[in-house]
Each structure stands twice: as C-alpha cells, then as structure tokens.
C-alpha cells in the first residue's frame, strides 16, 4: 500500500482533531462550563403560574346572599351556611372546600354585609384587606337593581366606576391577592319561580326587591316592562363586571354561571322563596370552586 502523502497526513490529523473536539465538547456537557465546553448559558426558570388554584386564605365580600340571608330562619342572616366562607356541612362552602374544614376556620372571614350595593364593595375590601387573604371573593350588584324603582336602580356608569375603583384600592394593598367575582343572580328567573308561594309573596311585601317583586301577580304591559327593566339592568351589570375583571390578570369572573344557574324551589329560601336556601347555597359553593380551581378562566 501506498505512503500517505505529507499532504494527507495533515488533512487526517486536522478532522481527528475536530472529532475530538467535539466529542470534548459533549463531554463536558454541551453548552456548559468546563473543559473544551462553551460558556455556560442560564436556564430560564418556568414562570410562576398568574392563578393559584389553592389558597391559603379565603375572605368574602358582597351582600345578603353571602350572608346567607333567609336561609336559616326568616329575615335573619345565617353565614354559617354561606357558600364563600360558611362551616356547615350541608354546604361545604368554598373555604371549606380549599382549606379544609379546620383551616378555614381560622384563615376565612367574611365582610359581606346584608343590604349591601356596589358602593359599599370599596370599604368592605378595606376591611378584608387587613387580613391579606389569598383570595377575595365578590358577590354583589343585586341590590343595585333591587331597588324601590327603576328609576332608583345604580347607573350602569356608577356601577362600573364603584367596581373599578374597589378593585384599584384592593390592588394597592394586596397586588397578588387573587379575586373571584361571581355573576348577579337572574332576577326575573326568581320571581318565577317563587310567584306560586303565597307564604313568599307575603314576605317580599315587607320589602323585598320591589322593583323585581312588587306586584308579584300583575303581568300588565307595565309590570312586564318594569320587570324587563331590572332584568335588562342586571345584565348590564355582568357585563361590566365580566369587562373589568378581565383587565386585572388575578381576577376571575364567573363566565355567567350564578346569572345562568336555574334556582328550584329546593334551591330557594322557604321563608322567602328569593334568597338561596342552604341547598342553594351549595350548589353556589360548587360553582365558585370550580371556578377557583380551573386551569384556566
């Protein structure tokens, strides 16, 4: 066989040379430090997820339904079936539900407050606020509605200023508290169903809802149209709840479910056949949690 040539020796030392190098390469782990390696380069860290679908902590906000209001006894409230932060067992609210029993007995509180309109949101969350819960949850806007007229209703303006402006003090406090806003109840869906008590239109005489309730069996042009009203201003106000709570990444709406939610008489208070029962607080504990605890909005 033939003497490789000067030329062919040099050609032959030069690509074992390259092998070599990059099995080095390899070796040392790629793209890392070490001998023959390049400069190593960071790994970026997976990013913390926006939602935490397990909080530690749980307040609530909002109005008579939080409170459980009508369904324990007659006109009197009950939060220890609420559906944000109640204890009992026939409910399993949505503390419950995340924290466990024992847990949220010392980390859920609840701020809502019987009566209570979009105005009043800002100095409840004040007071939540103290607290620094993990999570707020909001319910609130019927009673913005439920007023002694049409004409008495909140502006679909004033609402969403009040809401912006609740939602922007909460952020100043707490920017990484997460907040669950559920839907206005459908209105006119529960004057449906509770018109055929004679008990409950009894009770919705002392002042229940007028602007949805009163009259309860008139179905004149001017009934409807009253009614048709509140209806047409609760779903406004979804609509600004939904567009607000969109712009704030640590806030989730309820995509409609408690407005959607078709309240049977076993889900109503049978003391005023308006307000949910405890049953029908359940089954708002069970809407809220799978909310909370989705992957995504």
Not at 51 to 58: E, N, R
Not at 139 to 149: I, K, T
Not at 161 to 184: G, M
Not at 185 to 208: D, E, F, H, T, Y
Request: glycine share 8%; proline share 4%; aromatic share 6%.
């Amino acid at each position: 066989m033939r003497k490789p040539s000067h030329r062919s020796r040099t050609v032959l030392a030069a690509v074992t040379a390259t092998v070599l190098g990059v099995a080095a390469c390899d070796a040392s782990g790629g793209n890392s430090a070490g001998p023959g390696g390049i400069k190593a380069q960071k790994v970026k860290p997976s990013p913390t997820p926006t939602w935490d679908a397990s909080p530690g902590s749980v307040a609530a906000v909002g109005d008579s339904i939080t409170r459980g209001f009508d369904a324990c006894s007659v006109l009197s409230d009950c939060p220890e079936v609420s559906w944000a932060t109640g204890d009992s067992e026939r409910v399993d609210s949505l503390a419950v539900r995340l924290l466990g029993r024992a847990k949220a007995a010392e980390r859920s509180w609840n701020y809502a407050v019987t009566g209570a309109r979009m105005a009043d949101l800002s100095g409840q969350l004040t007071q939540a606020a103290v607290k620094k819960p993990q999570l707020v949850t909001v319910m609130v806007g019927a009673n913005d509605a439920c007023r002694s007229s049409t004409s008495a209703m909140t502006s679909v303006a004033d609402f969403r200023t009040d809401f912006e402006d609740a939602l922007s003090s909460l952020r100043t406090r707490l920017p990484k508290t997460q907040v669950y806003v559920a839907s206005v109840p459908n209105l006119k869906r529960l004057w449906s169903q509770g018109r055929s008590n004679a008990l409950g239109k009894q009770v919705w005489k002392l002042g229940i809802c007028p602007s949805m309730l009163g009259d309860a069996d008139a179905l004149d042009s001017a009934a409807t149209l009253r009614r048709d009203t509140v209806q047409q201003r609760v779903e406004d106000y979804n609509k600004v709840l939904e567009e607000i709570c969109a712009k704030d990444r640590r806030c989730r709406f309820d995509g409609g479910a408690v407005y959607d939610y078709r309240f049977g008489t076993d889900q109503l208070s049978h003391w005023d056949w308006f307000h949910p029962s405890v049953n029908g607080q359940a089954r708002l504990a069970e809407m809220a949690y799978r909310a909370v605890v989705a992957k995504e909005a």
